[in-house]
Structures are given as C-alpha cells and as structure tokens.
C-alpha cells in the first residue's frame, strides 16, 4: 500500500510534463497528497519525488565501493568542494542516465578543479532515498518505485503469458519505430532523445531474423512485409560480393563471421527468400571459405590481424547457419558430416577455455543437429553447457529487480550484465528445456524452466512497460515495448530487443524433439 505521508527529511522534487524536466529543487518533506500543491505542479504534470535519509560519509578511496553502477538509482550522492554543494538524486541520475564517476568528472571540470584537489578538499556523502511519482493530477494515486521503475513480481505467473507480453511489446515497437526505408534504430538514448551513432551489422540482422519469426508466430502479413524491409535495407546497407561467389556483411571495421552467418540465416527464415537468393548463395559461401580444420571456424573475412577475435561468438553463430540451412533443406547447406567436424573442433576448444558467450548460440545449432541426425552427442552438449551456464544467473542476495540476470561477479571478465546477454542465454535455455523434457530429463527441464521463468523476470523488468517507468522521458513512442540495458542504464539497444524477442518466440514455440532420440 502506498504510504500516505513521506518521511522527514530533505526532499527533491522535479515537475515533469510530457517527460520534459519544468522544475527541481530541495524542499521539506511534507504529506504527500500536499506535494503537488507545495511545488506548484499543475494539472497534466507529473512530479518525481525522493525523499532522502541517511546521509553517510564517503572517504575518496571507498568511492568505487559505494558508488559502484549497481548502487545507481537505489543511493544518491552529494558533492561538496569550497563551499559549493551538488546533491544528485537517485531518479535525478536516472533519468539522465548519469553515472557516479560521470557525475563527479563534470562537477570538478565545472570547478576547475582535479581529483587530486577534491581529495585533499572536497566532501562527499551518500544518502538513501524512497522514490515516489505523483500522476499528472488525473485522479491517479501516488506510485512508490524503486530504481525508477516498479517492481515485476518475482513469483512468476505462467512462463507464456509473461512470454506473450514481451513478445508483444518488442513487436509493436519494431512496427513503430520502423523507418519508410526498413532501417530499425540500432541504439536510442532516452534521457536525450537521440539516436546514437553508434551501428553493429550482426545485431540490426538479428532483429531482421527476430521480426520474421515474429511474422510466422503471428501469422501477420503485416509484420512479415516489416521484417522484409527490413532485412531488404539491411543487405543494401552492408552487403558486398567478394569475388569467388563469395559475399559478405561489409562495416568500416572490417567483415565478421558472424554478421555473413546471421545475414544467411535471417534470408533462410524470411519468407522473401527467393528475392535474396543471390545473397544467400554468396554468404553462405562465405561463412564455408572460413570453416577452419583446426578452430571450427576462422572469425573474419579482413582485417587479418583480428582474426580469432569473438571466436565464442561467431563459431555458435555459423554453426547454426548451417545447422538450420541443413533443416530446411537448403541447397547450399553443408553436409551432416561437415557440420559434425566443426562441432568437434568447436566443443575441443571451448573445452580449452570455457565462456558464457559460447553457450547460447551452439546449444541452438546443436539442438537443431540432434533434432535431424538423433546423434546424442549433440544431445550431451546441450545439456553440460546448459548445466555449466546455470550457476551464473544471480536470485539470492541481489535487489529484487536485478534477479533473473545472468552475471558472475567473480569472473568479470565473461562481461557485465545486460539485457542482451540475458535474452541470448533465454534463446539458447529453450532450446535446452525442450530437448531435456523430450529425452525425459525432469529435473533437468525443471532447472531450465525455473531459470527461463527467472530470466523472463529480468526482461519485463527492464521493458518500457507504462508511464510508470517513461516518467522522464519525452518520446514515450521511442522506447515503449524496448528494453533498457539495464536497471540502472536506460539506453535501448536494438539487440536487446531482438534477443528478448527471439527468447520469447522459442518459449511461446518450443521445438518438439519427442519422447525418444529420431534415430535411436
């Protein structure tokens, strides 16, 4: 239940109409139902409050132990240096999408001053702080959150249903943010309003393949012809022949694996693929001159000096190019036996030196082997990834809206966690699930299932769902259905979107291995 009265103590508020900031400051705490009226908000304006306690003292060499990323919209924090004082808010933060070090870098560049100064001279203190948003005076009651957001209920309802919203937020933000060219917005900073400039070939054809399966779950010419403008404006963009019959995905960084193997695979799924025919034929020759006899896979067309480089990644990802090319009965898919050679070398070297980053992608291309040849040693690897995998997703002893995610924090070097990432290992847990229930695996399937139901936790909880979590944010049409990076880091990113929504497709379709192997 919502309290009535906020407790005392300083108070920030900020009036917001339409997601833009009007007014902020510092005022005293007061009953809340009077809030609006003491700031002067009018109707059609909705007001942030966070009311902070406990301030606390932070010596400058315990700063990265208190102003860590994870503590980012949960505490604020307050600078002081020759007299002058800056108090940022958790929400304030937020909003801006304004971390502790960034927050601290621009305060001295303001004052002229170095670190080193502030430390001899400066102050600074950490405080908590209830959140609340006050409704644009619509009758609506006063909303406490937390992060910025309101809590999804770790008591997960039905695996589908929490699916089927996800599902379907991610598609009508595709549909809306669809330009008349096809392009897709690759990342979106809510707190500026702007694009990035930032671009990633793998990541826009990820969403091309995400959208068409979306198409086929949903039976909608009208998201089947979204997805083939868009997969249309992809390899316009990035597609280039290389002699040789050859083609490949084309960036200013050079031509990756995995973007000709996700290219190719997002024209096999689509259903215009006989108007890509002749970039299928050339990218799938392509993805076949860097098969490798000793890694599986060789990582890039040019520059030389970075091959190797995202091994984990674009090996699982050409792998199931041809995994799937096999299933659908393509002509240029390889045969049973080569891809059996590239799954030995790649399951060799991930022996060599174990990362998360592998484990999605080639649990989907073994998956699909073991769904066509009934070989059980695909079968075998599903499993022992999917069991490797499951001690990284974090519950116990983390705040209630992070759980669900996957992240080791005793080894950073797998990666921080994003939305990304959660919705690839989603990809490849359905997978996993589905083959375990139909080997009669039960407490297997019961493990992935419960770590699917987390993970799908995690999604909805960094999905733009309502006004709740767009209070500050001015294009609601930009970022409603999308999901933030993370909690505490609202840039919408179009892989996170396109993974999610790939997760949610597998869940809502779950591929059917049967009682028994196919062949056994």
Not at 348 to 353: G, L, M, N, P, T
């Amino acid at each position: 239940m919502t309290p009535r009265r906020v407790p005392d103590g300083d108070a920030w508020f900020c009036i917001r109409r339409n997601g833009t900031a009007r007014r902020a400051g510092w005022i005293d705490c007061g009953a809340l139902a009077s809030l609006r009226k003491l700031v002067g908000a009018r109707a059609g304006e909705a007001v942030e409050i966070c009311v902070a306690s406990n301030f606390r003292r932070v010596a400058d060499r315990r700063f990265a132990r208190v102003f860590y990323p994870r503590a980012r919209g949960l505490v604020g924090m307050e600078i002081e240096f020759r007299g002058e004082v800056l108090r940022l808010a958790p929400t304030r933060m937020l909003a801006a999408n304004l971390g502790f070090d960034r927050a601290l870098e621009r305060r001295l560049e303001k004052w002229g001053a170095s670190r080193e100064q502030f430390a001899a001279e400066g102050r600074l203190r950490c405080f908590s702080a209830r959140q609340y948003l006050l409704p644009s005076g619509d009758g609506r009651p006063p909303v406490e959150l937390f992060r910025g957001s309101t809590p999804v209920e770790t008591a997960a309802p039905e695996d589908r249903g929490r699916a089927a919203d996800i599902a379907d937020g991610i598609g009508a933000w595709m549909l809306r943010n669809l330009g008349d060219d096809g392009a897709l917005p690759y990342k979106y900073w809510p707190s500026r309003g702007e694009d990035s400039p930032a671009d990633n070939a793998i990541r826009r054809f990820l969403a091309s393949l995400a959208l068409a399966r979306l198409g086929e779950l949903r039976d909608s010419a009208d998201i089947r012809e979204a997805a083939r403008r868009n997969l249309r404006f992809n390899l316009a963009r990035y597609f280039q022949p290389l002699g040789d019959g050859r083609g490949a995905i084309v960036e200013s960084t050079g031509a990756k694996l995995g973007a000709a193997a996700l290219a190719a695979l997002a024209i096999a799924e689509s259903p215009a693929r006989e108007e890509f025919a002749d970039e299928l034929a050339m990218l799938a020759a392509g993805v076949d001159s860097l098969a490798d006899e000793e890694r599986g896979f060789r990582t890039f067309f040019f520059p030389a000096a970075r091959d190797r480089e995202n091994w984990n990644f674009y090996s699982g990802e050409a792998l199931l190019f041809w995994a799937e090319a096999a299933r659908k009965g393509l002509s240029v898919a390889p045969s049973p036996e080569r891809c059996a050679r590239a799954f030995e070398r790649c399951r060799e070297r991930h022996y060599r030196k174990r990362n998360p980053a592998f484990v999605p992608w080639h649990t989907q291309a073994c998956a699909s082997l073991y769904a066509q040849t009934g070989r059980r040693e695909f079968a075998d690897f599903v499993l022992e990834m999917s069991d490797w995998l499951l001690p990284m997703q974090q519950w116990d002893g983390i705040e209630a809206d992070l759980r669900g995610r996957f992240y080791d924090p005793r080894r950073p070097e797998f990666g921080p966690p994003h939305a990304a990432s959660t919705g690839a290992y989603l990809e490849g847990l359905a997978d996993a699930a589905a083959l375990a229930r139909g080997l009669g695996e039960e407490r297997r399937a019961s493990a992935y299932e419960r770590a699917i139901r987390r993970g799908l936790r995690s999604l909805r909880q960094l999905q733009f769902r309502d006004w709740r979590d767009m209070y500050y944010v001015s294009r609601t049409d930009r970022v409603l259905g999308a999901l933030r990076t993370e909690a505490y880091d609202n840039a919408v990113r179009l892989d996170s979107a396109a993974h999610a929504l790939a997760a949610a497709i597998k869940i809502l379709r779950p591929t059917e291995f049967g009682a028994r192997p196919p062949n056994a």
